[in-house]
């Protein structure tokens, strides 16, 4: 049983009768507020502060079958209690959590997290509704209103597929273009179908071009810098100089959607070759554009 998991049980464990989702999804994230570390991440969507894992946590929760969902509400079926499993702190912030929170009716949770946590509502489809003027004012503000050309490169690796979605919201970027050869991933939600699928779900357009990509075969045995060196060498003597036209293509999407990033797995920017591909065309002619790592 995942750590995690065990949060949301100890939450479900005081509702016998359940909780809809939107709440859970706002208990959980006001309780990983106070955490030091949080269990989940969530991103700005269509009702605020949203979370693809606990979703996908919850998901699988009922097919086996220790969660029951019935109308977007979620009942805890098995006998178990997590709450004595969870650490002395988290603990006390589940009890916390229910005692300042548990029993809001979801327009009022919802709106206490919009005012207190503005950046969460910029998605939000009921904001203006369910705010005053001056306090919707402030979710506007929160949203990032950067529009200048920019081109950003950024890696999944080592962190969760929120805080990787908050990056390219909190820099307004509009097109995710996926360098990787085999767009495939073990880590959930970053296969191509699934990120495409939450890219969209943002506002966020994606594209795969794996033209300008490194065959997995071709990534065995690195084990030092200089072996990373190496295979980035051969990548700018052959893959970059036979994809000139892929490479106008990207320049062509970047001036197209004035704010793009290059995304591949790595974290590191000097084992990854979109570091190399970046730089490329950035020595195009007429590219007198920021080029962010982010």
């Known amino acids: 049983m995942y750590y995690r998991r065990k949060i949301v049980f100890a939450l479900l464990e005081n509702f016998e009768e359940g909780l809809e ?5 706002k208990l959980v994230f006001l309780l990983t507020q106070m955490q030091e570390e949080s269990n989940y991440d969530f991103v700005p969507y269509r009702y605020g502060c949203y979370s693809y894992s606990l979703k996908a946590d919850l ?16 009942r805890k079926l098995t006998k178990k209690k997590y709450f004595k499993e969870l650490t002395a702190k988290d603990q006390k912030l589940v009890q ?11 327009d009022v949770i919802t709106k206490h997290t919009y005012l207190n946590f503005p950046y969460y509502a910029t998605n939000s489809i009921v904001a203006e509704k369910l705010l005053p003027e001056q306090y919707f004012k402030k979710i506007i503000t929160a949203r990032s ?30 097109l995710l273009v996926d360098v990787r050869k085999n767009p495939l991933s073990q880590k959930y939600g970053f296969s191509k ?20 990509g490194i065959d997995s075969s071709m990534r065995r045995e690195l084990n030092t810098q200089a072996d990373y060196d190496e295979l980035f060498s051969e990548y700018r ?21 004035k ?29 007198r554009y920021p080029l962010i790592h982010i």
């Not at 079958?65 to 979620?74: D, V």
């Not at 793009?260 to 950035?282: G, M, P, S, V």
Request: hydrophobic fraction near 35%.
């Open 259 to 287: 704010r793009i990033a290059l995304t591949c797995f790595e974290a590191d920017i000097c084992q990854c070759h979109r570091t190399h591909l970046a730089e490329k065309l950035k020595k195009s002619p007429n590219f």
């Open 193 to 212: 179908s699934l990120l495409s699928n939450f890219c969209g779900r943002l506002g966020i357009d994606y594209i795969h071009i794996p033209e300008v």
């Open 21 to 25: 989702s939107t709440r859970l999804q």
């Open 59 to 74: 998901q699988a929760m009922v097919k086996r079958e220790w969660l029951s969902e019935n109308e977007k509400t979620y």
């Open 96 to 106: 916390k959590t229910i005692a300042s929170y548990g029993y809001m009716k979801t």
């Open 145 to 174: 209103s950067a529009d200048s050309i920019a081109l950003f490169t950024i890696g999944y690796e080592g962190i969760s597929l929120e805080e990787y979605l908050n990056r390219l919201i909190k820099n307004n970027v509009k």
């Open 237 to 257: 003597n052959t893959v970059l100089n036979e994809t000139a036209e892929v490479q106008n293509t990207i320049i062509g999407l970047l001036e197209r959607y």
